[in-house]
DNA sequence: ATATAAATATGAAAATACTGATTGTTGAAG
DNA sequence: CTTCAACAATCAGTATTTTCATATTTATAT
């Protein structure tokens, strides 16, 4: 997923471009609007857009793009008034977001404007991508290999990956995956928690990522990836 | 263009219904949860959510949205803290907006998200143009033959295909497809599917483009052609 | 250390749930 | 009146979930 800064300071599309690298993002950056226009043809995802630039206007830009373009375009500026930003969105901008900005907003706001513009991907990862879970494609993905997990298999990875460390006894999987109203019998997860090991643990006796807790229960341990 | 407000004070609802309805929007007023998930039922394009809200919380609403819809949803509300920022549109908030707010800021995102929303693309391809999808001629060419699929085959294809990948429900498909309040069987959906894949699958025992996710719904996969 | 009891892991069979294909009915369009 | 698409219902073939018998591991008390 590639995506151009155009921006003239560097501290700010330094801090930007960080920010969006640790995401997984391809990122270039351009400092003024006729370099802009030039790697345009190299084809983005989105676009972050300053509208103080020192040779053109971000709106003449902004308009350029919207004539033969449908990229998403999120402008980045000082300028705060109503009236600003209505006319920024009025030219065909996505988002409209003022200095001084959260860094990490302007990430929420780029995976939205990704998320409506090619498809939904709620996905959280662990120890350097070496697992991966998407919820919406209902995939996990180990050391790159696309696994598929049965239903019930990605709804307890899930479950116990939301909560790293914390333990979840065999009741409250129960309740939570296979709901209150089950009759069966609560060792039934550990047949499904043997089938999940064998999918994403490198060596299924010794699990890295699934631990027993004797006599508790289950708890996932894993790192988080920066998000 | 329907729109749908769910705001408890009236003060607020009052202003924006009248100034979306100034631009041509057709517009309901939900004053709490409850009233909200009920009149979804009749389809809306956006919904506009407070997230204080008198019976639940505005996050729950979304959350329980995001399950089977994709509707555009812009977060209304007095949290201006960055996290809570950050968790609207984590959890699939396509803007965040602050109050106090502009009506006319607000009416400008609304119109930009709307236009992101129902701008779709007119052609598109996957895998070296084997399969060429034109919305403007409802036609779909495979390997150069071009098929004809019915009013309800291509809207299937077409939502599927535009976000490769993704897993819909049949419950999402029914809501997208047939609408909100379609009271039929969602086992409709695995006939149209069946019979798209026999015009779009070389085998439509072994499909390649339209894959089942046992217990969930069916995703489309292909890579879509540069161009 | 070793024995013992208790908990967990495993593999395979039985029960269940899901999908895909078939068929028939309904309703709308020409 | 005919045709075609959409929807519903059914059934057989599969995939998944659950159970159960047995093996293995762990905790604890000698």
Do not use: W
């Amino acid at each position: 997923m590639k995506i151009l800064i155009v921006e003239d300071e560097a501290k700010i599309s330094d801090i930007v471009k960080a920010y969006l690298q640790r995401e997984g993002y391809t990122v270039q950056v351009a400092p003024d609007g006729e370099t802009a226009l030039e790697q345009l043809k190299d084809g983005f995802d989105l676009i972050i857009l300053d509208l103080m630039l020192p040779d053109m206007a971000g709106e003449e830009i902004c308009e350029m793009i919207r004539r033969d373009s449908d990229i998403p375009i999120i402008m980045l500026t000082a300028k705060s008034d109503e009236e600003d930003r209505i006319k920024g969105l009025g030219i065909g901008a996505d988002d409209y977001v003022v200095k001084p900005f959260s860094p990490r907003e302007l990430v929420a706001r780029v995976k939205a404007l990704i998320r409506r513009t090619k498809g939904t991907r709620r996905t959280y990862s662990f120890n350097n991508r070496d697992l991966v879970i998407d919820t919406d494609r209902h995939e996990v993905m180990k050391a790159g290999r696309t696994l598929t997990l049965t239903p019930t298999e990605f709804k307890i990875l899930n479950t116990i990956a939301e909560r790293p460390g914390q333990v979840f006894t065999r009741l409250q999987l129960v309740n939570t995956i296979l709901g209150y109203d089950f009759e069966g019998y609560d060792r039934t997860i550990d047949a499904h928690i043997k089938n999940i090991r064998h999918k994403i643990e490198d060596n299924p006796r010794k699990p890295e990522y699934i631990k027993t807790v004797y006599g508790v229960g289950y708890k996932f341990i894993g790192r988080l990836d920066e998000d």
